[in-house]
Every structure is written in C-alpha cells, then in structure tokens.
C-alpha cells in the first residue's frame, strides 16, 4: 500500500468512527459528541493504591475518561490540565478519570505525578493495557466523555487545554448549565 492509500485509509477510518459525531464547541474548545449515546464496554483498572475499579464507580456523574501513557508527550502535557478541570468541576455530578494504559508500571506513573507536582491520589491505571482495545482508541491522548448513565455521549482524540474557560463553559453546558 503505497503513503496516500495508507492515509486515506487512516481518514476514512477516523471520520467511520465519528460518524453520528457532531463537533460541540464552547469558543474555541472543540469536542466531538455523538448524537445518540453510546454504550460503554466493561474495563478494570486500579487506583494509586491497586484497588480494582470499574466505570460503574463513577455512575450518577459525567465522567471525563482521559486515556493516556507516560511515554505520550501530549499526555503528560495535559495532565496538569485535566487536575486543574477536575478541581473545578470535580464533586458529586462531574469526575475526571486519567487512565494511564502503562502496562505494569504504576512506580512510572507515581513518578510523573510527583514530578509534575499532582495529586496523586487521582492515579488510575490500567495496567492490562487492554481498556485501549476494548474503547475503540488509536491515538494517545483519547478522551471520553461518559453521562451519569455510564454511556459515552462524545470522544476526542488528541490532547485540549482542559481548564481554560472554554472548556470549562462546555462542559458546565453537557452537565444541563450546573456547577
């Protein structure tokens, strides 16, 4: 397969799968979100402290599932984003989850934490590295975004400035306008 076929093939296959997806935007924070909601498949993953959890520990709340690595520039680059959204608007309707999908490295993931200067209390890992195959995700970072019903209703592939007003405003919008 020569460069353009593989492109191509690379497009068709990212705009396949966000078709039913229209772009939500709050100024200039894009974010895909589906017209219909869709289901989200069971994955495990661990805490900082290796107690295993699920998405259903987070019903009841919109759920910014983030899935990223240590190795992944962007990555790294946002995770002070997403702790800075999830001090904002973390509580009771709203939880951001950055699933690390470093297979067997949780001492790597505490590591960045630390060095970042993050709450380490906000680690999630999955060290299986199989929550990126089960969710349907090609590129590092990816990001769900998960209704209180436990269903994705949007998805952004690439890293975003999690906590600036923009983001802020749209997410406070998904949420029915509620802090």
Known sequence: MNGWMRRYG??????ALLAGTSSAQGGKFLFGIHSTAKPVPTIVFTDASENPLTLDDFKGKYVLL???????PPCRKE?????????????DRFQVVALSTDAGRLDNV??????????????????TGSAMRKLGIFAMPTTLLINPQGQEIGRKPGPADWDNADALAFFKTQMGGKD
């Open 110 to 127: 505490r590591e960045l934490y630390q060095e970042l200067g993050l709450d380490e209390a906000n680690i999630f890992i999955d060290e």
């Open 66 to 72: 983030n899935v990223w690595a240590t190795w992944c």
């Open 10 to 15: 690379l497009c068709a296959t990212f705009f």
């Open 79 to 91: 995770l002070p984003e997403l702790q800075g959204l999830q001090q904002e608007l973390g509580g």
